[in-house]
């Protein structure tokens, strides 16, 4: 079993700055792509960013510039630094991984339970 558990969310001034993570603990042999997703209310969930297994990055053109996604391999740890927060940016934030439990078994893909960011005005 494999859970993923986020923090750092919270509530900020626009312009601000916030980092969350997510860490991945249980029986993992790989994780290969993780990713940031976000939820407003009233509005579908949307992929904010991506990192690959060996660190290529992509963006929502609305963060791009603004957040950065990087990952810590040995802690098995997904982070995502978010600098001049703006009032849209206010959402559930959840991360996701594919991750291989043993080498003979085919990746699945786990969410956490997210963490709310708000960003006031």
């Known amino acids: 079993q494999v859970q993923l558990v986020e923090s750092g969310g919270g509530l900020v001034q626009a312009g601000g700055s916030l980092r969350l993570s997510c860490a991945a603990s249980?029986?993992?042999?790989?994780?290969?792509?993780m990713n940031w997703y976000r939820q407003a209310p009233g509005q579908q969930r949307e992929l904010v960013a991506i990192?690959?297994?060996?660190?290529?990055?992509n963006y929502a053109g609305s963060v791009k510039g603004r957040f950065t996604i990087s990952r810590d391999n040995v802690k098995n740890t997904l982070y995502l630094q978010m600098n001049s927060l703006k009032v849209e940016d206010t959402a559930v934030y959840y991360c996701?991984?594919?991750?291989?439990?043993?080498?003979?078994?085919?990746?699945?893909?786990?969410w956490g339970q997210g963490t709310q960011v708000t960003v006031a005005s």
């Open positions: 990192i690959t297994s060996d660190g290529n990055t």
């Open positions: 249980g029986t993992i042999f790989n994780i290969s792509t």
């Open positions: 996701n991984a594919d991750v291989q439990t043993t080498m003979h078994d085919r990746s699945a893909r786990y």
